[in-house]
Nanobody, 130 residues
Framework: QVQLVESGGGSVQTGGYLRLSCVVS????????VGWFRQAPGKAREGVSC????????SYADSVKGRFTISRDSVKNVVYLEMNELKPEDTAVYFC???????????????????????WGQGVQVTVSS
């Protein structure tokens, strides 16, 4: 059974740092891509970052490029999202996810994910104050 559990959220001030963790079970990171998504109140869910399993290619939303870094530990089955220079607009519930279907381009998946059929964690709150 596929399970994803996020942790590491919290409240920080503008310019702060957080590292989110996603512990996965039921599949091996060597064979499945994992991504991070976020959803602010009243806003649509958006892709933040993802990492392909095959070649390790990473993709980032323009809004976080240069500030966020995705990485993984395939032995521990953990995916991380390091968030630097946090801004109030980063405030959202952050989800980790893995796609239900195969994608040849996971940068595409980051922008065309399936909220109903992909596998999602429960989400973790990140709040950035001014």
């Amino acid at each position: 059974q596929v399970q994803l559990v996020e942790s590491g959220g919290g409240s920080v001030q503008t310019g702060g740092y957080l590292r989110l963790s996603c512990v996965v079970s039921g599949f091996a990171l060597d064979y499945f891509a994992v991504g991070w998504f976020r959803q602010a109140p009243g806003k649509a869910r958006e892709g933040v970052s993802c990492r392909a399993n095959s070649d390790g290619r990473t993709s980032y939303a323009d809004s976080v490029k240069g500030r966020f870094t995705i990485s993984r530990d395939s032995v521990k089955n953990v995916v991380y999202l390091e968030m630097n220079e946090l801004k109030p607009e980063d405030t959202a519930v952050y989800f980790c996810a893995t796609p239900r279907l195969f994608y040849s381009d996971y940068g595409y998946w980051l922008r065309h994910f399936d909220e109903q059929n992909d596998y999602w964690g429960q989400g973790v709150q990140v709040t950035v104050s001014s």
